[in-house]
């Protein structure tokens, strides 16, 4: 099963990493709020074991792309880092 919560929590991280090191928050604050805010919903510990069809995992889907390209990759939504890291 795919479990959107890892690669979700993975972007997460390196966007509020890049906020930290000074990266401009106009472009990822809002999709870092709306992150937080799902995962504070969750209650859980990671893994979640979200799945791609469910309501939360299609909220994690949408916020991959802007979480992403805050920190300079392409999205990658539902699946985990490219072969080889």
């Known amino acids: 099963m795919v ?3 890892r ?3 993975r972007h997460l991280m390196a966007a509020k990493l890049n906020l930290w090191a000074g990266s401009d928050p106009t472009q990822v604050m809002d999709a870092v709020t709306a992150a937080d805010a799902l995962l504070a919903r ?3 510990r990671l893994s979640l074991h979200v799945r791609p069809t469910s309501a939360l995992g299609q909220e994690m889907l ?3 792309p802007e979480l992403a390209a805050s ?3 392409a999205s990658r939504a539902g699946h985990g880092p ?3 890291r």
């Open 7 to 9: 690669n979700f929590t």
């Open 82 to 84: 490219p072969a080889g």
């Open 42 to 44: 969750s209650r859980g």
């Open 71 to 73: 920190h300079g990759h």
């Open 62 to 64: 949408r916020l991959v």
């Open 3 to 5: 479990d959107n919560s």
